[in-house]
């Protein structure tokens, strides 16, 4: 009988524990950091804002160093417009609590904004895709939303779309020069620009011209002057037709004269099309492309080739395939491109370029870029040897049947979580 009492007990416990454990009320969900005061913690991830200007202005949030530390990561990616502006693509990114909770919200500058009227134009944006988030904040009773005002006797309206005369055409000219002198060597230079662009949907056209002009002279060991005058200058135009949300076609032209690449005029013309496997509504986030141009160059030389040449015609074609991401993890380019004459298929040139920067782990990040080429293509180089001094001035390209660059780098950081503060002096 006792076993039986005993058994029954053990039995009436392991009902009644989970009904008991069931009443218990849920933990309560882990509060805020010290020192957070409840606002809404973001990492802000935009290389090209403003972070001093957006910490004064936007200030009922918690700015964190490190993703792994935040509420919500805006993440936002840039492309030029067709007026010259930028337009800023800011996706918000709901992390922890707020996981799943994404949104993206666009701002566009223009070109003849100042850098002011840009970041207080992006800040008003930032500001409007954040509300979401702060609302449920213990912060959420404290933010004011304003509405703007019509000018007295009009009634509120919607937007309407201006009439631009000038029909989306962008023009742009600058000038400028420098001049030093030293008691052994004096420089002067002259730069001139030009560029006309309009950027539509449908089409996009671009031509630009480009002018520059040094000359330096140095006095030697020997009391002789050594003169060095490059000239160089650019006129190019291409037109792009959007056919699909994936396809383009293109065609440029445009004609050059290089003292460096011995060019007296390069006038060239050429078609091509391109892919891309996202769409283009996607490109400020991943592009893949594909690239193929074909068409002709027509070259005259200030001195003969090392072919015997002083002009010739060329026909020649390019394949280019591209992959630009810009995720959360971080971002990466890569791009392949292979050129070839068709007169001569072993006069070819190929070249590979990358950049990566991946966050790591917590405040721990790398990056590294580069290029490397492998040449065959050099129809231009002067005959004969080039002198010492013009190796040392880079006066003209050398022979080389190859060229190679690397950089890489590191960054750490640790300590505060938060990144709130504004401080100038000194």
């Not at 930028?86 to 850098?115: H, K, M, W």
């Not at 699909?244 to 007296?264: E, L, P």
């Amino acid at each position: 009988m006792p076993h039986r009492l005993r058994a029954l007990g053990v039995l009436l416990a392991l009902i009644c524990f989970p009904v008991a454990a069931a009443g218990q009320p849920p933990p309560p969900p882990p509060g805020p950091p010290p020192g957070s005061n409840g606002a809404l913690r973001v990492f802000l991830d935009c290389p090209r804002c403003d972070f001093d200007f957006l910490r004064r202005e936007v200030t009922f949030i918690n700015y964190v160093r490190d993703r792994k530390d935040a509420e919500l990561h805006v993440l936002v990616t840039t492309q030029s417009t067709g007026s010259g502006g930028t337009e800023y693509t800011l996706n918000y990114i709901g992390l922890g609590r707020f996981a799943g909770t994404d949104a993206t919200l666009r701002y566009s500058s223009l070109g003849t904004d100042t850098q002011d009227e840009s970041r207080r134009g992006f800040a008003q944006v930032f500001q409007l895709g954040l509300m979401r988030y702060v609302a449920e904040t213990p912060l959420a009773g404290e933010i004011q939303i304003g509405q703007r005002r019509p000018p007295p006797g009009r009634p509120p309206q919607a937007a309407e779309a201006a009439e631009d005369p000038w029909n989306f055409w962008i023009f742009r000219i600058s000038a400028s020069g420098d001049y030093r002198s030293e008691e052994r060597n004096t420089r002067k230079a002259i730069r001139v620009s030009g560029s006309a662009n309009r950027t539509t949907e449908a089409w996009k056209f671009g031509f630009s011209s480009n002018l520059n002009y040094n000359d330096s002279r140095y006095v030697l060991s020997d009391g002789e002057t050594y003169v060095n005058v490059t000239r160089n200058y650019s006129n190019s135009g291409q037109i792009v037709k959007s056919l699909t949300d994936h396809w383009s076609a293109a065609v440029r032209g445009g004609w050059s004269r290089s003292t460096y690449y011995n060019q007296d005029l390069d006038a060239s013309a050429f078609a091509g099309i391109e892919y891309n496997i996202f769409p283009y509504a996607e490109s400020s986030t991943r592009e893949l492309t594909f690239q193929y141009l074909a068409g002709v160059d027509r070259v005259r030389y200030e001195e003969e080739t090392i072919f015997d040449k002083m002009e010739e015609t060329l026909y020649r074609h390019t394949l280019d395939t591209a992959l630009s991401l810009r995720q959360p993890w971080g971002t990466s380019y890569v791009s392949l491109e292979f050129q070839q004459y068709l007169h001569d298929l072993s006069k070819n040139s190929l070249q590979f370029d990358w950049s990566l920067n991946v966050r790591l782990f917590r405040g721990f990040s790398f990056d590294v870029d580069g290029n490397i080429s492998r040449i065959k293509d050099q129809l231009y180089l002067v005959k004969g040897e080039a002198s010492d001094e013009e190796v040392l001035l880079l006066r003209r390209q050398l022979g080389t049947a190859y060229r190679y660059e690397v950089g890489f780098g590191i960054t750490y950081q640790f300590g505060s979580i938060f990144n709130n503060v504004v401080n100038p002096r000194f």
